[in-house]
């Protein structure tokens, strides 16, 4: 019992947080001022209904005191012929319309003060209706201007949450601006002291290089082989074994210089030829 108790409750309170989450002030003031409207009206009806009972009763008056004053005359009518029996009934009915009209004249007076009470409400709640009216409309002007407070208040967080936002990424664009314009600078300095050799330039330098390295050494090479051919005797210069032997021995430079070497043993050839 105690569990579901409890558990009522929770659900009871957070019915009733989420009516008056829901509840608009302004709608149940509308509300509240129209069941007095329709108070007013009851009020005003209830007052047309006495007035129109009050009206009721004074004609019926009127109609009963017309016909006393109608028996009267008979009455003396009556007596003037000598017929004091028509004269006794008249006066008779005359005495019963008396009484009819002296109740008639106690309710009268009843619905009178009815409706001289049901006027005095009909004011004061009609007074009232008026001021809660204004009020109504004040409250309601109230809440209208403070919900706008609140929206723009709300816009303006937004706007300012927005606005750091934005100030957040500026900074991070500014700092990766500064650290990229910084390694820049960093890698100009690099270049501009050597670091960084240009590839393409260090291997041009390095051939051209090796060319004249290469030259020299086919030079040295040729200037041999000249010498040796030069200390040859005559007769073996046009031998067939003898240009086999400096073909041989050419050949076997050319296969330890490589391919640069290989050209320019057949250069250092056909000189060869031209001597013997």
């Known amino acids: 019992m105690g569990v579901m108790k409890r558990l009522s409750g929770i659900v009871q309170a957070k019915a009733n947080k989420a009516l008056d989450k829901a509840e608009d002030p302004r709608d149940t003031l509308d509300l509240s001022y129209e069941k007095q409207l329709e108070n007013l009206q009851k009020v005003r009806r209830g007052l047309a209904d006495v007035a129109t009972a009050k009206k009721r009763i004074e004609l019926q008056a009127n109609q009963l005191q017309a016909q006393a004053n109608k028996l009267q005359d008979q009455a003396k009518q009556a007596l003037g012929q000598g017929r004091e029996d028509l004269a006794r009934e008249a006066l008779t009915r005359r005495s019963a319309i008396a009484q009819q009209l002296t109740d008639l004249q106690t309710q009268h007076e009843q619905i009178a003060q009815q409706q001289q009470t049901l006027l005095t409400t009909s004011q004061r709640l009609q007074a ?16 209208t201007a403070a919900q706008a407070q609140v929206n723009i208040d709300e816009a303006t967080s937004g706007i300012s949450e927005s606005m750091g936002d934005a100030g957040l990424a500026m900074q991070r664009a500014q ?24 590839p393409t330039q260090s291997d041009d330098i390095q051939a051209q290089l090796d060319q004249a390295s290469t030259g020299a050494d086919i030079d040295a090479q040729l200037a041999q082989l ?31 210089d490589g391919d640069q070497g290989q050209a320019a043993d057949a250069e250092t050839i056909q000189p060869a030829d031209d001597a013997s």
């Open 226 to 256: 000249q010498g040796e051919l030069a200390t040859q005797p005559a007769g073996q210069l046009g031998a067939p074994s003898g240009a086999a032997t400096v073909g041989t021995a050419v050949q076997e430079l050319a296969d330890q």
């Open 128 to 143: 009232s209706v008026e001021a809660f009216r204004t009020k109504k409309e004040t409250l309601k002007a109230s809440y």
């Open 175 to 198: 700092d990766k601006i500064s650290s990229m314009q910084a390694r820049a600078g960093a890698m100009d300095e690099l270049v501009t002291a050597g670091a960084f050799s240009d």
